[in-house]
C-alpha cells in the first residue's frame, strides 16, 4: 500500500475545512478534530491557540502528524481512538470537526477514504457519538457531500435535538463538497 493510502496528506476537502477554520476565534478554544490524517487542520487551530486534540484510528497518522507538531513546535494532544472509544467519556469541546472518509466501498480497507456500502458507515458512527463530547454552545464542522445523503444527516441530527446550516460549496468532478455547521436546536 502507497504512503498516499496510509496517511490523507492535505487536499482540495482538507483547504474547505481550513477556509471555514480561518473565519472563526480559535483562541483559548477546546477543539477536537475526529481523524486527523496528517495533522494539517489540527496544527492549523493550535498556531491559531485553540487547545486540541487529535484523534485518529490508523496510527501511521498519529505517528506522521505527531512528527509535523514537533516540527511546528505546537501542542497537541494526539490519541489513536476509533471514533470517540479512546477518549474520557466525560471530556467536553466547544469545536469539534471532522473531514470524514466517504466513499461508497464493499468494505473499509483504505481508511482514509472508504465510507462503507453507501459511504456513510463513519459519518453515521460520527452523527451517534459526538454530541456526549459536545459542550452545551459548542458546534460541529462536518464535511459532507451530496451524494451521502443529507436528508438522512438531518433526520438523524433532529432526532438527537440538533440542526445544521451549510456554510460552503464547492463542486468537484463528480460531487458537491458542503461543509455543514451542526448546532442544538
Ligand atoms: C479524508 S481523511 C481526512 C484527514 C485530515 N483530517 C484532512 O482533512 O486532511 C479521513 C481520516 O479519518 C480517519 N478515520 C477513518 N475512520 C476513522 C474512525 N473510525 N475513527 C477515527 N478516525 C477515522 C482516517 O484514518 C483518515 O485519517
Redesign the pocket.
Known amino acids: 500500500m502507497s504512503d498516499f493510502y496510509e496517511?490523507?496528506?492535505?487536499?482540495e476537502?482538507?483547504y474547505l475545512?481550513?477556509s471555514i477554520l480561518k473565519n472563526r476565534d480559535l483562541k483559548g478554544k477546546k477543539v477536537l478534530?475526529?481523524?486527523?490524517?496528517?495533522?494539517?487542520?489540527?496544527i492549523f487551530c493550535a498556531k491559531h491557540k485553540a487547545i486540541v486534540t487529535a484523534?485518529?484510528?490508523?496510527n501511521k497518522?498519529i505517528t506522521y502528524s505527531k512528527r509535523q507538531a514537533e516540527k511546528e513546535k505546537v501542542n497537541i494532544d494526539f490519541l489513536q481512538?476509533?471514533?470517540?472509544?479512546s477518549l474520557d467519556p466525560k471530556e467536553k469541546f466547544d469545536l469539534i470537526?471532522?473531514?470524514?472518509?466517504?466513499l461508497v466501498s464493499d468494505n473499509?480497507d483504505f481508511?482514509?477514504?472508504?465510507g462503507g456500502k453507501e459511504g456513510r458507515e463513519?459519518i453515521d458512527?460520527?452523527l451517534k457519538g459526538f454530541d456526549k463530547h459536545l459542550e452545551p454552545n459548542g458546534f460541529v464542522l462536518l464535511?459532507h457531500t451530496d451524494y451521502n445523503d443529507l436528508n438522512k444527516t438531518k433526520e438523524i441530527l433532529s432526532k438527537k435535538g440538533f440542526s445544521f446550516k451549510i456554510l460552503s460549496q464547492e463542486r468537484l468532478f463528480f460531487e458537491e463538497l458542503n461543509i455543514l455547521e451542526i448546532k442544538r436546536i
Open positions: 496517511v490523507y496528506l492535505p487536499r476537502d482538507t475545512v481550513e478534530e475526529v481523524g486527523c490524517g496528517s495533522g494539517y487542520l489540527s484523534i485518529d484510528i490508523n497518522a481512538s476509533n471514533m470517540f472509544e470537526f471532522f473531514n470524514p472518509p466517504y473499509l481508511l482514509a477514504l472508504d463513519i458512527k460520527f464535511l
